[in-house]
Nanobody
């Protein structure tokens, strides 16, 4: 059974940081492109970051306040967000994609508020 489980969300003050985790099972993790999406109620789900395996077991990509990484040994993906702003409040979803296969986690809530 394929399973993706997100964790690490919660309440955080503006300017803080969070590190979300996505653990996987039931897939050949190394072959999958790992993606993070977020969704605000009433709005469409939007892509935050994406990362393929590459030649090494650990990979990382940094763009602005967002850092996506993956560890093929642990079969997990991560999303770090720094300098959190109110507009970052959303449910964050982990997504694993390979060819026509696509799997989703249930999401983890991140709420940025003072």
């Amino acid at each position: 059974q394929v399973q993706l489980v997100e964790s690490g969300g919660g309440f955080v003050r503006p300017g803080g940081s969070v590190r979300l985790s996505c653990t996987t099972s039931g897939i050949f993790f190394d072959s999958y492109i790992m993606k993070w999406y977020r969704q605000v109620p009433g709005e469409q789900r939007e892509l935050v970051a994406s990362l393929s395996s590459g030649p090494r077991n650990f990979a990382e990509s940094v763009k602005g306040r967002f850092t996506i990484s993956r560890d093929n040994f642990k079969r997990a993906a991560y999303l770090q967000i720094t300098d959190l702003k109110s507009e970052d409040t959303a449910v964050y979803y982990c997504n694993a994609v390979f060819n026509r296969a696509s799997y989703w986690g249930q999401g983890t809530q991140v709420t940025v508020s003072s």
